[in-house]
């Protein structure tokens, strides 16, 4: 299994452009979410879905869209990139059920806008 | 919304040294996990507390849950320069058991 693929691993954007941050999943996880992690601030979390055609905001979904059209792919869209969006984006995975699972986070894309 | 912080921020210690880092809510806990992110890495779950006053143990690191279920800690006993890294709590909401939130998280330096 190669458990939870970011595609790209770095990417440098100019403020206005959008682009697509790729997430793939091979588990059959039906949880995924993506995060943002900048220095001091923790990873917080943009959007998540909890199956295929299902997604709702986070704690900070301004700026990024999300679809689920399968259980496997959940891609971060940046509509127009602001300086502000300049962070480390994590796709993270996880079974529904409540047992001693956690997340398993992909590699992370490295983004900077400039 | 709910705040969970950790403290110490930053935490430096010699090869041998224990450490502890310690995660508190503004509100109840539901479940809490902790992770483990090297340097330039992602983060890895490490564990997961369900019950009021829960104790598990992986080598030599021990979680607790808090009784009011609104703190938690990591204990490592005898560090390891494998050890460094920053640990992160969340809170698994019960509710919606897709959302996490994070800590603030605690970044563990080991030196020989």
């Known amino acids: 299994n190669a458990g939870v693929t970011q595609t790209p691993k770095f990417q440098v954007l100019k403020t206005g452009q959008s682009m697509t941050l790729q997430c793939a999943q091979d588990m059959n996880h039906e949880y995924m979410s993506w995060y943002r992690q900048d220095p001091g601030m923790g990873l917080r979390l943009i959007h998540y879905?909890?199956?295929?055609?299902?997604?709702d905001q986070g704690e900070v979904p301004n700026g990024y869209n999300v679809s689920r059209s399968t259980t496997e792919d959940f891609p971060l869209r940046l509509l127009s990139a602001a300086p502000s969006q300049t962070s480390v984006y994590f796709c993270?995975?996880?079974?529904?059920?409540?047992?001693?699972?956690?997340?398993?986070f992909g590699s992370g894309t490295r983004l900077t806008v400039v | 919304g709910q705040q969970v912080m950790q403290i110490p921020q930053y935490q430096h210690v010699q090869e041998g040294e224990d450490f502890t880092t310690y995660c508190n809510s503004s509100?109840?806990?539901?479940?809490i996990q902790w992770y483990k992110q090297r340097p330039g890495g992602h983060p890895v779950f490490l564990i997961q507390l369900v019950k009021s006053g829960e104790v598990k143990k992986q080598k030599r690191l021990t979680f607790q849950f808090g009784e009011a279920k609104k703190n938690s800690s990591l204990h490592i006993t005898a560090t390891q320069t494998t050890d460094v890294g920053t640990y992160f709590c969340a809170d698994r909401n019960t509710g919606t058991a897709s959302k996490l939130t994070f800590g603030t998280g605690t970044r563990l330096q080991v030196t020989l």
């Open positions: 879905s909890v199956g295929a055609g299902i997604t």
């Open positions: 993270a995975s996880s079974r529904r059920d409540r047992g001693n699972y956690g997340y398993t």
């Open positions: 509100t109840t806990l539901s479940n």
